[in-house]
């Protein structure tokens, strides 16, 4: 799993404060808005070859998704917005969040199924990251 967490892409935009790296997630920040297909399904996030050939959305083995990982490292008191396509409401209060995390891929599959030519991002993903951005 961990080979194939480096392996992934991660595209991070860093703030404009230089002194204070944008990992780890601070614990004593106030709104974390997490958002995408990807952010709260296990299932996309482990891809085919899973439980199936193919693999599947959703629940399909034990594990974390980001969106738990995200709540377990911070504090208490942080608020943890998650949408799995943002709201106009949510993105107009887009100043208020410490940090924005958007989750988004493919869907599960395996071979010529989910080829995807356009080398584009299903599911409305572009979209989400541009917004959120």
Not at 53 to 81: P, R
Request: aromatic share 6%; glycine share 12%.
């Amino acid at each position: 799993a961990r080979e194939a967490v480096r392996k992934s892409l991660v595209l991070l935009k860093n703030g404009t404060k230089i002194d204070k790296p944008f990992m780890p997630l601070d614990r004593m920040a106030e709104r974390i808005l997490v958002v995408g297909t990807h952010a709260h399904d296990l299932g996309n996030q482990c891809g085919g070859w899973t439980k199936t050939k193919s693999g599947q959305s959703g629940g399909i083995t034990i594990g974390t998704t980001l969106l738990d990982a995200i709540k377990a490292a911070v504090g208490d008191k942080t608020e943890v917005i998650y949408e799995k396509t943002p709201s106009n409401e949510t993105l107009a209060s887009g100043e208020g969040f410490s940090y924005a995390i958007v989750a988004v891929g493919e869907p599960p599959y395996a071979e010529m199924k989910g080829d995807n030519s356009e080398l584009t991002i299903p599911f409305n993903g572009s979209d989400i990251v541009t917004a959120v951005a």
